[in-house]
């Protein structure tokens, strides 16, 4: 299991990790996924904390499941297929950005954004008070 994670994140130039007893993927430094034509992460890559940015976006994902449980830099999921935020990081220390999906809700949001927060361009248009009932934003929200 270890060699086929640690093959998978050859193949996405991912350096700088260590896996965790839980078999997740701690990362010091950023994880740039951008433009991979992925539609999930495969079931053995769970990333636990990521100290810089996670950047998903520009891809074909229809799930965030395997992304971070934290981001302390910006995590970046826009332009997808996602539906649900289901699996998205609890919380994320920078900006937090969903824009240009199919959204039809924010189930699964982080609990805190450090930043700012972009869900414009969805199949639902968000509210400002729709993102503040699931999630606590510093700074500005984008609808």
Do not use: H, R
């Not at 992460?41 to 074909?60: A, D, W």
């Not at 972009?118 to 609808?143: A, E, L, P």
């Amino acid at each position: 299991m270890k060699t086929q994670i640690e093959n998978w994140l050859k193949q996405y130039n991912i350096t700088n990790y260590t896996i965790n007893d839980k078999g997740e993927v701690d990362v010091d430094g950023d994880v740039i996924l951008v433009n991979n034509n992925l539609i999930n992460f495969p079931n053995y890559i769970k990333f636990g904390v990521v100290n810089g940015n996670f950047c998903c976006n520009y891809n074909n994902l229809t799930s965030l499941k395997g992304v971070p449980k934290e981001v302390k830099g910006d995590f970046d999921c826009s332009v997808n297929n996602l539906k649900t935020l289901k699996g998205a990081p609890k919380k994320v220390g920078g900006g937090f950005d969903c824009s240009e999906n199919n959204l039809i809700d924010l189930k699964g949001a982080p609990e805190e954004v450090g930043w700012n927060f972009d869900c414009k361009y969805n199949t639902t248009k968000f509210t400002k008070s729709d993102v503040n009932n699931v999630c606590k934003v510093i700074y500005n929200i984008y609808v």
